[in-house]
């Protein structure tokens, strides 16, 4: 079976960006929740460091909205339909 895990902490800081999380990160104000994409480089030259690699956040929906009757570019649709079929 899957183990739970819960760790309760107050955050000093918060911020709705991924990249403001990794800035603030870097310079040492806490620990971050964040795409692996987005630290591999900072990781790899040690600048960060991955806490409980064993472990992962749930699974979260992804959602593409848009007007409805609106001719996507087709770059857009296709961008869709890839997420649509890797997710």
Not at 55 to 78: E, I, N, Y
């Amino acid at each position: 079976g899957k183990e739970h895990c819960e760790i309760k902490s107050e955050a000093s800081y918060s911020a709705n960006s991924a990249q403001i999380m990794r800035q603030m990160a870097l310079e040492g104000l806490g620990v971050a929740v964040l795409p692996e994409w987005l630290v591999a480089e900072d990781v790899a030259d040690g600048a960060l460091q991955i806490l409980f690699s064993d472990w992962q956040l749930p699974v979260q929906p992804v959602s593409a909205v848009f007007a409805a009757g609106v001719t996507l570019p087709r770059k857009t649709r296709l961008f869709i339909d890839y997420l649509c079929a890797e997710l």
